[in-house]
């Protein structure tokens, strides 16, 4: 009796954790927990971060905070947001990596982040990702968490001397206890709003980013 919960167990946490993030065109790195999506031409798209609840237990205050230039060398490089006004913003933050050095390391990989205006960084996307790990705390359950990004692919913006693009939105959704919860968030005028995986697709759709995600 004990196996038999055991396995089912085993398998409604594998269920959980298998959250697809669909592209024709997209390029794709582990980092172990976390995995990276980019599009053909090598942007930041997708952060997809399967956390256990026993991993969550173990959070700490330690960081990294060496950021790397990752698999596909060149594009992106710290230097490039020097004096920019833009954070180097997380799509999976630092702190809820911080259960295992290694996981910690890699989200301060250049493909897991994008340009970010500093009052929404520090203001209400902070303030989600606290409200997150709350809700986590509340639901004592295993979670997947995407963070992405949109990019106006008509007018399209850049870090001056880099061909680092600026995202119109940053998107987050976290699947737990058979629910799943979805924001979009402006990264010009730092609004937060709850949404629908339906309206989330179609944005992305209307924006011809070539992804969608169940």
């Not at 009796?1 to 997209?26: C, E, H, W």
């Not at 999976?92 to 205006?117: G, R």
């Given at each position: ?26 390029l794709i790195i582990k980092h172990g927990d ?22 969550f237990l173990k959070l700490d205050s330690d ?119 979805v924001w979009l968030g402006s990264n010009q ?26």
């Open positions: 009796m004990k196996f038999l919960f055991l396995m089912i167990s085993i398998l409604l946490t594998q269920t959980l954790l298998s959250q697809n993030v669909k592209s024709n065109k997209k976390i995995t990276l999506y980019l599009t053909k031409d090598t942007c930041v798209q997708v952060s997809k971060h399967n956390l256990l609840y026993s991993n960081r990294d905070d060496n950021w790397f230039e990752d698999t596909y060398k060149g594009k992106y490089k710290k230097k490039y947001y020097n004096k920019t006004g833009y954070d180097i913003g997380h799509l999976t933050p630092s702190h809820i990596t911080s259960y295992d050095d290694s996981v910690n390391h890699n989200s301060f990989s250049l493909f897991n982040a994008a340009p970010q205006t500093p009052s929404f960084n520090r203001g209400s996307w902070k303030t989600l990702e606290n409200k997150i790990e709350d809700s986590i705390k509340k639901y004592k359950k295993d979670v997947t968490i995407i963070t992405g990004v949109i990019y106006d692919t008509v007018n399209l913006n850049f870090l001056p001397n880099s061909k680092i693009p600026i995202p119109k939105y940053f998107f987050k959704i976290l699947y737990i206890d058979n629910k799943k919860y005028g730092g609004l937060i709003q709850v949404i629908n995986i339906t309206t989330l697709n179609k944005l992305l759709n209307s924006y011809k980013q070539n992804l969608k995600i169940n």
